[in-house]
């Protein structure tokens, strides 16, 4: 797993070498400006020390693991184990998620590391050039990591081309050819480091992780072989993994339990852009300790605030651990009341009435253990 960040460490020993020597040295200082040369060393000096920061701050804060999570009383009749709350995510029987590997209730939109050997919050992805997961505790530093990567290979690839041609013409129509490999390593990687950055602002948008879209493009694979196997069409297409798109919740209903379907296209977890994009930064990622609600309208203050922890370095870093620091430390595994908290899935206000409308218009069904009977519906009977 260490292969790919030794190779990034390289790559940036030779990219350092080419733009503080070859172009910042050799064309720019000896034959053009020493002032400009020094702006290039000094800007893409910070740029590469604030890269090594905030991956070390990734590594360092780590994904974030999921509490245990004691086994709910679904009977009502055991004061031992923890009461159920008013709603869980669930399988089509009714039954919460559990994690063998933990001996644990899974917390919504967390799922087991092998590398971790954990449960990890808000599970994102596994990310092999900084080789570590990430997950609701380090996903924020990973976004400053991206967007201070896309600046320090943009700033490069300004300042080569604007001395390319001279260092062209000067060298009787041949280039320095370290030249060219640079404008291939920042190319290459300015291709695909912005896009990633688009990618995770669309997914901020939707409250949304890598899993997810992942999950989305599953189930879209697995009905489109459903669909060529039902038309008996020909296709070298493979069976893909199944993935039937639909998930469960078990809610609290006229003194008993109903469970009710969704589907993976929905966005249950989102409120509108900007509520999002607060809750992210002035809540570190952690949906269960919202900044912004409906309710309470967000000042102009908070939406301000968000966008300097986006976009100043260290002040997220320092805010994370000087004062959100303290909430992760009260968070032990032992803590009944936190871990019941992570339990509960932080739906928005819009899916909670959805929820209410499937009750209301009878969409749901009794769970098994209390001797429901009825059928799950099908993937496209659990969409809205």
């Known amino acids: 797993m260490m292969f790919f960040p030794i190779v990034v460490v390289l790559g940036l020993g030779y990219i350092d070498f080419v733009v503080f020597y070859s172009l910042g040295y050799e064309e720019i200082f000896k034959h053009h400006s020493k002032g400009v040369s020094i702006s290039l060393w000094v800007i893409v000096g910070i740029l590469e020390l604030l890269v090594f920061i905030y991956w070390g701050t990734i590594l360092l804060t780590g994904p974030g693991v999921s509490p245990i999570i004691e086994p709910y009383d679904l009977y009502s009749q055991n004061s031992d184990l923890s009461p159920a709350p008013d709603c869980f995510m669930c399988d089509e029987h009714g039954f919460p998620h559990w994690c063998s590997e933990c001996q644990s209730l899974m917390a919504p939109r967390s799922f087991h590391s092998k590398r971790v050997k954990r449960c990890v919050k808000k599970y994102d992805h596994f990310c092999l050039w900084v080789g570590v997961d990430i997950g609701s505790s380090n996903y924020n530093f990973f976004l400053k990591l991206v967007w201070i990567y896309g600046l320090f290979f943009l700033t490069i ?68 072989w459903l669909d060529i196997v039902e038309k008996k069409k020909f296709s070298f297409m493979k069976q893909p993994r199944i993935e039937k798109g639909v998930r469960y919740v078990n809610m609290a209903h006229k003194n008993s339990r109903a469970v009710t379907s969704y589907s993976v296209a ?115 009977e659990g969409e809205k």
């Open 266 to 380: 929905e966005y249950p977890f989102s409120s509108t852009f900007k509520e999002n994009w607060v809750n992210l930064w002035l809540s570190m990622n952690n949906d269960h300790r919202y900044y912004y609600s409906s309710e309470n309208k967000s000042p102009i203050s908070a939406v301000l605030k968000s966008i300097a922890l986006f976009l100043l370095p260290f002040y997220d870093i320092f805010y994370y651990f000087s004062i959100l620091r303290q909430y992760e430390k009260e968070r032990s595994l032992e803590t009944g009341d936190e871990a019941l908290t992570i339990s509960k899935p932080a739906f928005s206000s819009e899916f909670h009435k959805w929820l209410n409308g499937q009750l209301d218009k009878h969409k749901y069904w009794s769970p098994s253990y209390l001797g429901g009977e009825k059928a799950a519906p099908s993937s496209t």
């Open 157 to 224: 690839l300004i300042y080569l081309l604007r001395y390319t041609k001279s260092n062209y013409n000067r060298g009787s129509k041949d280039i320095n050819h370290n030249f060219i490999v640079l404008y291939v390593l920042c190319g290459l990687f300015s291709l695909f480091i912005w896009p990633l950055f688009m990618v995770h602002v669309y997914y901020i948008s939707r409250n949304m992780t890598t899993l997810d879209d992942i999950t989305k493009k599953q189930h879209r694979r697995y009905k489109r």
